[in-house]
């Protein structure tokens, strides 16, 4: 795996405000997600880190009554510009949730496949080829490779939730988004976990969504610190968890609320 | 507490025992090899079977199932994935009021509006009646089926830059597939045995007959015009048709229920 090319690809969100009908879930952030690296957005159950995610690929619209204001700008291109098409751009965008959601009906093939299908039929042998590039990304393919055809769901909750993640980057996606992706697992699948974001972050850009401040000092290199909407304070992660500028976020990270 | 309510089951219970029971004694020596290959004789004649009515039951639910599955499936995929304005509000009221329709009044209606204007019963006319029952209950039973799968999987799939049909139909459809057809089974064992849509439609025919043109005899409306017949050799083949109805019900019943078990005993 190496460094694509594109390193001046930057995702960044401006002044961007989500609402759920009149209430305002993510309020006026401002937020830059540099290429190849690992954010972190770290903050108490409802502080809108969730939201946030969701509008980086425009799942937050889906949720009715849901709107957004504001800007996120993918390469300098407004993704909520009227000529983006939504499921084009979600193409470009990985996401991988709480918990593992492989296709039940599918075989774990089937699973890595199914992002590719979506862009039109390819040779078998190209399909072939992907599938196994995404589950090796996923440090998966050693221990599924001779039962790609079994179904997914006999897989553990941690191999399901890396197959979730070679489904994700099968389509080769810029951004990978991820939302508490170990918060169903147990301390060994959540640690392969974090071992492949550091593998990952030389081929995406991630974004990751935690409430375990651990995770989030051991994975990210920058970390965002959110509460009740509004970004608090961001930096780089060992400068925001070491001397916080911001005296809420010293009281979040040192345990004395959240 | 427990008592009455064991009681009251035991009597739920019973009230099957004693029909299937009833049916497989009084039906059950009337059974053989004619039964299933000859058609009925002149009134008063022994002998003769019931073939051209469980042909006719086979033609006429399967017409109504091909008219009834599309419609009734996608309807209920429709109200469950798309159905919460106020067309999706109409559609469940009118699916509502439908289902509890007297079978007796769609027969009524599908005579006026296919049979007089046409000048003849039909088994397609028969079809058509059947099918009307049929789609109001296909379609709030995949509504329900499709309603159980989890919306983390339609997310997963929009997110995967799938179009809102295309999660619908690859994901959705696939993955509540295995209730959508238990409850396509259960709703055609349901129409199999009615009887009323079928007296001003397919009205019933003595000889055997594939023309779906023509009127056409289903096992029910054998079972109507024999056992309220004079003679005792039709009293005979009504139970022995009753009996024969019943099992094919069980068995479409039970094989609904196998694809359930499949299904979900596979998805833990």
């Known amino acids: 795996m190496v460094a694509s090319a594109n390193t001046r690809l930057r995702l960044e969100t401006v002044r961007l405000t989500a609402l759920f009908g009149q209430q305002r879930a993510v309020r006026d952030v401002s937020l830059l997600f540099p290429a190849h690296t690992v954010t972190a957005i770290i903050g108490p159950s409802g502080c809108g880190k969730s939201t946030l995610l969701r509008c980086l690929n425009r799942m937050h619209e889906l949720t009715p009554d849901a709107t957004v204001v504001g800007e996120v700008l993918l390469d300098n291109v407004n993704v909520y510009a009227r000529d983006v098409n939504p499921i084009e751009l979600r193409r470009r965008i990985g996401m991988v949730f709480q918990r593992p959601t492989p296709f039940p009906t599918m075989s774990i093939y089937d699973n890595v496949a199914a992002g590719l299908r979506v862009n039109g039929k390819r040779p078998r042998r190209q399909m072939d080829e992907d599938v196994e590039r995404a589950l090796r990304q996923a440090a998966l393919w050693d221990e599924v490779k001779d039962r790609l055809r079994t179904s997914a769901l006999a897989l553990s909750g941690g191999q399901q939730q890396r197959l979730c993640i070679a489904r994700a980057v099968a389509p080769q996606p810029e951004i990978l988004l991820l939302d508490e992706p170990t918060a169903s697992l147990d301390p060994a699948g959540t640690q392969r976990i974090e071992e492949l974001c550091h593998l990952l972050k030389r081929v995406y850009t991630i974004v990751i969504v935690t409430h375990n401040m651990q995770q989030a000092a051991r994975v990210s290199d920058y970390t965002a610190f959110m509460y009740l909407g509004n970004l608090v304070e961001v930096g780089r992660t060992n400068e925001l968890f070491t001397k916080p500028k911001v005296e809420q976020t010293e009281a979040y990270i040192t345990g004395r609320f959240g | ?268």
């Not at chain 2, 025992?17 to 000859?38: E, Q, R, Y």
């Not at chain 2, 289902?99 to 204007?117: C, D, E, H, L, R």
């Not at chain 2, 000889?207 to 289903?218: A, E, G, R």
């Open chain 2, 1 to 268: 507490m427990t008592a009455l309510v064991v009681v009251l089951s035991l009597i739920a219970v019973l009230a099957l025992v004693v029909i299937l029971g009833d049916l497989v004694v009084k039906g059950a020596s009337s059974i053989d090899w004619a039964f299933f290959t000859k058609s009925p004789v002149p009134a008063g004649q022994a002998g003769g079977g019931v073939a051209n009515a469980i042909v006719g039951t086979a033609i006429v639910v399967g017409m109504a199932a091909l008219i009834g599955v599309p419609i009734g499936v996608g309807g209920g995929m429709y109200l469950a994935e798309y159905g919460s304005g106020r067309l999706g509000f109409l559609v469940r009221f009118i699916a509502d009021v439908l289902n509890g329709t007297p079978s007796i009044v769609v027969g009524v209606v599908a005579w006026t509006f296919i049979v007089k204007p046409t000048h003849r019963f039909s088994a397609l006319a028969g079809s058509i009646a059947l099918a009307i029952p049929m789609i109001p209950m296909l379609a709030r039973t995949t509504e329900e089926m499709v309603r159980l799968v989890p919306n983390s999987l339609r997310e997963a799939a929009l997110a995967l830059g799938y179009a809102r049909w295309r999660t619908s139909i690859k994901v959705v459809a696939r993955t509540a597939l295995g209730g959508i057809v238990t409850g396509c089974l259960v709703g055609i064992a349901r129409v199999a045995g009615e009887t009323a849509p079928l007296l001003f439609t397919a009205l019933g025919n003595l000889n055997f007959t594939l023309s779906v043109t023509q009127p056409m005899q289903t096992l029910s409306l054998q079972i109507y015009v024999y056992a309220t017949g004079p003679f005792d050799e039709w009293h005979r083949l009504a139970w022995a048709s009753a009996l024969v109805l019943m099992g094919l019900v069980l068995v479409i019943s039970l094989t609904a229920r196998w694809i359930t078990r499949q299904r979900y005993g596979r998805v833990r």
